[in-house]
């Protein structure tokens, strides 16, 4: 079946410092990858998005490129900053009108 | 984008009672999920509540325990049956469908304690 394997937190980064997090998908076909992003005591949000193979996927800093060969999606920040502490959530859908399937979490924690 | 507001926001409840959590979308969707956050866990999928039929439920979930309603194309309810401290999560509504790429918006969540 349809899963998403995330690397498993939590990460604790000093600010300005280079992020990934490492996010692998199995699935038939071609299902979106969705980055989504919890902040302390807020909804799920969703962070960016790639529909097909070679998409990159970017939104406030973050980026991430849908790996059909690798079957990956991982999100990258260049510099993170203190706002950027958070759990992300790697996840799958297989269409307009599917459900989404979540990865485990990865709790990143930024210090100043 | 869809905004999707849920109530209660949280609420303690005690062993055995139940609890309605409604959700109300802003705009019209397609789909509509119910999702389990358990403590410093991922999201789980309840079921997807269908407009004018019963829901689908994923393994594991029952709708004995878990009944559904989706009277129309913005508002449904999830009820948390026979509470056990077990059921102690936060419990999230999403919408999306027709006019996405796939991505679902999600309400804040219904934090439920059961005593």
């Known amino acids: 079946g349809n899963s998403v394997t995330q690397m498993e937190g939590p990460v604790t980064l000093s600010e300005e410092a280079f992020l990934t997090i490492n996010c692998t998908y199995t699935a038939t076909g071609y299902p979106s990858l969705f980055w989504y992003v919890q902040y302390p005591g807020e909804g799920l949000q969703l962070l960016l998005k790639a529909t097909k193979a070679d998409d990159k996927g970017s939104n406030k800093g973050f980026e991430a490129t849908y790996r059909k060969e690798t079957t990956s999606f991982h999100l990258e920040k260049g510099s993170v900053q203190v706002s950027d502490s958070a759990v992300y959530f790697c996840a799958l859908a297989h269409s307009s009108a599917s459900k989404i399937i979540f990865g485990s979490g990865t709790r990143l924690s930024i210090r100043p | 984008s869809a905004v999707i507001s849920q109530k209660p926001s949280r609420d303690i409840c005690q062993r055995g009672t139940s609890l309605t959590i409604q959700c109300q979308v802003d705009?019209?969707?397609?789909?509509m999920f119910w999702y389990r956050q358990q403590p410093g866990q991922s999201l789980t999928l309840i079921a997807t509540a269908n407009q004018g039929s019963e829901a689908t439920y994923e393994s594991g979930f029952v709708i004995d325990k878990f009944p559904i309603s989706r009277p129309n194309l913005t508002f449904s309810t999830l009820t948390v049956s026979n509470m056990s401290p077990e059921d102690s999560s936060i419990y999230l509504c999403?919408?999306?469908?027709?006019?996405?790429?796939?991505?679902?918006?999600f309400g804040e969540g219904s934090r439920l304690t059961v005593l």
């Open positions: 999403s919408a999306g469908g027709q006019g996405t790429t796939g991505e679902l918006f």
């Open positions: 705009s019209q969707v397609t789909m």
